[in-house]
C-alpha cells in the first residue's frame, strides 16, 4: 500500500513542475497598456482588422423607365394599340356577259388603332366602251364592339348612274360564325328614302394556295323611288363564284362566274324602261392588299 502512494506522488511530481513553470512564464510576459482603460492585453495581441469597405451595390429589381434594353432588361416593348394602315382590293376583275365588257372594282382602306378607325369604301363598274355604269364612295367611322364585330357611321355618296345623291349610312361587319364574312348596313338618302344593303362571303380552303368564294349581295328599299328604278322590297341580288390562286396573301388571280337579278317591282320598272333585269358573266380578276 505504501509503495503504491509512493509511485503516485511521484508521477504528479512533473506535472506540478510543467504547470508552475507555464505560471511563472505567463507572469513575466510584459503587457500591452489598453487604451479604453480595460484590463491590460499581451504583448502580441491584435486588434481585428477593419471591416471591408461596401462595393456598389447590384440592382434586385427592375425600374419601368424608357430607355434601351440593356439599360431596362425588364421592360418589353408592346406595339399595342398603336396606329396601322391598310388597302385591300377584294374585286379587281374583268366581266364579259356576251353583250357587254366591264371592268369593276370594290376596294377599302382604312387608317387607325385597334378599336377606331377612318373606314373608305368605293365600288363601281367601268364599261370598255368608256363610259361609268356605277361608281360610289363611302367613308366611314369605324368602332371595334368586340373580338369580330365592328360599328360604321358615315356618309355614302353616289357619282353614278343618274344624277349623284348622298346617304347617311350605319351599320355593321364582321365575322358571323362558321366564318362567313358579313357586311350590313342601313342607309337614308339626302331625300329620306331609306334602304339596306346585305353582303356575304366565304372562303373555302381547298389547299393552302386554292380557295372557292361564294359569294351574295342584296338590296331592300322600303319605298318606292321610281327615278333611280326601285321599288319598295327586294330590289335585285347578286350571287358569284370565285376560284383563286393565292401566289401570295398579298396577291390572289381568280376566275369565277357572276349572276344578277332584279326583283320584285324594281325588275318591272327596269323591263318598262327596256333595260335587261337579269345579266349573268364570266369574270376574271385578282384580290390584292398591301
Known sequence: MKTLILGSMLC??????LAQESMHMHHDMPMQASDDGTKPK?????????????????RKYAVDDEGAPQENFDVVSMH???????????????RNNGDN?????????????????????SEGEWNTNGTTESAQLEVFWNHTITTYWDTQLGLRHDFKPEQSRSFLAAGVQGMAPYVFEVDATAYVSEDGDPSAVL??????????????????????????????NVGAGFTNIEAGLRLR?????????????????????SKHMIETAGEDSSNTAFVAGMKLWF
Not at 245 to 265: C, H, T
Open 12 to 17: 504528479c511530481i512533473p506535472t506540478l513542475a
Open 42 to 58: 499581451p504583448a502580441d495581441y491584435h486588434s481585428p482588422a477593419k471591416p471591408t469597405p461596401e462595393g456598389q451595390q447590384i
Open 80 to 94: 399595342d394599340n398603336e396606329p396601322f394602315f391598310q388597302v385591300i382590293a377584294d374585286r379587281l376583275e374583268y
Open 101 to 121: 365588257e366591264v371592268v369593276l372594282w370594290d376596294a377599302d382602306a382604312w387608317y387607325g388603332a385597334d378599336y377606331n378607325k377612318l373606314y373608305l369604301e
Open 199 to 228: 353582303e356575304l362571303e366565304r372562303d373555302f380552303y381547298f389547299t393552302q394556295r386554292i380557295a372557292l368564294q361564294p359569294r351574295m349581295e342584296t338590296e331592300f328599299a322600303f319605298t318606292d323611288v321610281p327615278e333611280y
Open 245 to 265: 390562286y393565292e401566289i401570295s396573301r398579298k396577291f390572289a388571280p381568280y376566275v369565277g362566274v357572276s349572276w344578277e337579278q332584279a326583283l320584285g317591282e
